[in-house]
């Protein structure tokens, strides 16, 4: 098994803002760097979990507190998802890619860099595709995707949603899928948040195999 460590950075946007950084990376060969796109939450324990995973898989990832445009170090509970659905709301996208391309530029390999966002940045995530130099973007549960649909990624995308998403209707993943027929698009018998085990609607078999299939895309498209 792949051993890693964690540390934590100060990157800064092109604005001049600051933003803390969570990192994993492993203690051998790294095969490329993975940004962590959070969901509404905040930098939470699972966000740091995924990173850890996908350092344990060999690639540096690195994953950006995004709330910190709100207030240093936010997370917010489940249980206060409009909080965090007001937070998200109030942020520019603009400013939000700006801080993505500042944690890409801290990346190792800043021209080896893909992206991995859950529900929020799962949005972001796919606008961060189309706007940022990108090796590859999965998304997870993205919400308001066909709003975004104006805009065409330049990276290969990866997407990943649950039947039973109460958010996210079928008709949604219709257009994801009409829009961008090269990608590849995974349904899931679960609902949202499947891959988060802090929360009810974790789901370990679709979580396990997502994860998977997360992997088996970024080997082919970044390394």
């Known amino acids: 098994m792949t051993t890693i460590q964690v540390d934590h950075l100060k ?3 092109a ?3 600051r933003l803390g950084v969570y990192r994993a990376k492993p203690t051998g060969h790294c095969r490329g760097s993975v940004l962590i796109v959070q969901e509404i939450f905040g930098l939470t324990a699972h966000i740091k979990s995924v990173a850890d995973s ?3 898989a060999g690639y540096e990832a690195l994953a950006p507190q995004l709330f910190d445009r709100v207030s240093v ?3 917010v509970p489940y249980a206060q998802w409009q909080t965090g659905l007001t937070h998200a709301r109030s942020i520019e996208t603009a ?3 700006a801080d993505l391309e500042a944690t890409r530029l801290a990346a190792s390999k800043p021209d080896r860099v893909a992206l991995v966002g859950y529900c929020w940045g799962g949005r972001i995530g796919y606008l961060a ?3 940022l130099d ?5 998304s997870y549960y993205g919400s308001g995707l066909p709003g975004c649909l104006g805009e065409h990624p330049n ?3 990866m997407f990943h949603f649950g039947e039973q998403d109460q958010g996210i209707p079928l008709t949604d993943v219709e257009q994801v899928r009409h829009a961008i027929p090269q990608a590849e698009c995974h349904l899931y018998p679960a609902g949202h948040a499947f891959s988060n085990a802090d929360r009810s609607s974790f789901d370990a078999a679709s979580a396990a195999l997502a994860f998977k299939r997360s992997v088996d895309f970024l080997r082919r498209h970044l390394g």
């Open 11 to 13: 990157v800064t946007a």
């Open 15 to 17: 604005d001049g803002h």
């Open 54 to 56: 996908y350092a344990a």
């Open 73 to 75: 170090d936010l997370q």
């Open 95 to 97: 400013l939000t890619m």
């Open 129 to 131: 595709a189309c706007r």
């Open 134 to 138: 990108l090796c590859a973007a999965i």
């Open 155 to 157: 990276a290969p995308m």
